[in-house]
């Protein structure tokens, strides 16, 4: 939006309605007669009133126009003249108008309103970013944008492309198994890997697909609680004592896809094994400094949950990670591995009846063109009884908008599609907004 506001002397401004009024009988007078002095009366008469502005837009409808046509003509102006506002030219500089908010900005806040009285919500943040990068952000009143947040399974992500630079780099396979990559490691934990975990690749621990226990909410019967494994051992404990204090060292053996917060754990093992970093600082230093991310953090009482569910930063730098993902605008991951890693649809579908795949901590649905996907992602964060519980959900459509959303407290489950379908509403509001 760019309006340009001159200074003018009194009376300057002329609307057209009024100029109709005034003139209308002058119109109809000289529209009477026929020729080019037909034309310059009519222009002189208008000229002396309108001025320069309308003189040029009326001169042009009147050229256009012959003898025989001068009715209609005359017509044509005075429709035009009630159509627009003349301003005379002005004395001054011409001073632009900044909008007091970005276009949409005031959509998006009340749909963030509309968010937390629909569904009960204490806070709600929510960022949208266009194809382009523009962002709109905007978070329920007395919390900022700029906060960093639990964002629970979203961390995967962040294991996910830690594991694709080593891939990227040469230093790790796909189809490395366990038994090679954990095994000193695992002893100078310790403990000894499982012979069960030995046979899994990184592929399979990619997919959810290595026969690991499935978290909680997933299965409430035979499914592992975090809290509980974090109430045994405490959150700050080194992420390997998860194994034991959640009783999740073994594998069934099978592949079908079982989403599995271990799978991701494992994975976490493997960047320290491979990188002969710490994890965290891996990710700091190889991830998150070169996409200039400064506002993301590893809570000391969330280490035990590191690569599946323990870091926090704002919507702002989740999305700043999940443009990694973005086929069309290589950076820290070239277009060769997101194409072998990310849209890699090697381990099936999630469900048979569906065409969604779960690759490099994301859930994929192929477009129709091979560099056009939308990748999507949630999380619960309820690990600390004495901690507020956080609903996380991220969308990135290529070539399209992406978006964060992160709630507080937890909705219930039935109420995740829902809150999905009205944040995608808000956001085209907001496009559209003038």
Not at 135 to 155: F, H, I, K, W
Not at 242 to 264: P, R
Not at 357 to 383: K, W
Request: glycine letters at 8%; aromatic letters at 6%; one cysteine or more.
């Amino acid at each position: 939006m760019y309006v340009e506001r001159h200074s003018r002397p009194a009376g300057a401004r002329l609307t057209a309605p009024l100029a109709s009024r005034c003139n209308a009988h002058v119109v109809a007078r000289a529209t009477r007669r026929r020729g080019a002095s037909v034309r310059r009366a009519v222009l002189g008469v208008l000229s002396a009133l309108l001025g320069t502005a309308m003189l040029m837009t009326t001169g042009h409808a009147l050229a256009q126009a012959t003898s025989a046509e001068m009715p209609t003509a005359s017509s044509s102006v005075a429709a035009n003249m009630s159509a627009v506002v003349v301003a005379l030219p002005s004395s001054g500089t011409a001073t632009p108008i900044r909008p007091a908010v970005p276009i949409g900005q005031a959509t998006l806040t009340q749909g963030v309103a509309q968010l937390k009285e629909r569904y009960n919500l204490s806070h709600v943040w929510l960022r949208t970013e266009s194809d382009a990068g523009v962002g709109l952000e905007a978070a329920t009143r007395g919390d900022d944008v700029r906060q960093m947040l639990p964002v629970a399974s979203l961390s995967k992500s962040v294991t996910a492309i830690g594991i694709a630079l080593l891939v990227q780099q040469g230093k790790l396979s796909l189809d490395a198994k366990l038994g090679d990559l954990l095994d000193t490691y695992s002893k100078q934990h310790g403990k000894p890997l499982d012979p069960s975990l030995r046979d899994l690749t990184v592929r399979r621990l990619l997919a959810h697909r290595a026969g690991l226990a499935t978290n909680g909410y997933n299965d409430p019967v035979n499914g592992l609680f975090s809290g509980l494994a974090i109430r045994r051992v405490g959150g700050s404990a080194d992420f390997f004592n998860y194994l034991d204090a959640g009783d999740a060292g073994h594998s069934t053996g099978k592949s079908d896809f079982v989403y599995s917060n271990v799978s991701y754990l494992l994975l976490g093992m493997v960047i320290e094994a491979v990188s002969g970093d710490e994890y965290k600082h891996f990710c700091e230093t190889r991830i998150f400094a070169p996409l200039g991310i400064t506002g993301a953090t590893l809570p000391d009482n969330w280490r035990l949950l590191a690569p599946f569910a323990g870091w926090q930063m704002s919507t702002s730098a989740l999305l700043k990670v999940w443009r990694v993902f973005d086929i069309r605008r290589p950076s820290l991951l070239t277009e060769t591995t997101l194409r072998t890693l990310l849209l890699d649809k090697q381990s099936g579908p999630v469900r048979a009846d569906r065409n969604v795949y779960y690759t490099l901590g994301v859930f994929m649905v192929p477009g129709a063109g091979e560099r056009s996907y939308r990748i999507s992602h949630d999380g619960i964060a309820d690990f600390f009884r004495t901690q507020s519980t956080y609903y996380t959900v991220v969308e990135k459509t290529v070539p399209g908008d992406s978006w964060a959303l992160v709630v507080s407290p937890i909705p219930s489950r039935g109420q995740f599609g829902a809150i999905q379908r009205d944040v995608r509403r808000i956001i085209r509001q907001a496009r559209l907004a003038p």
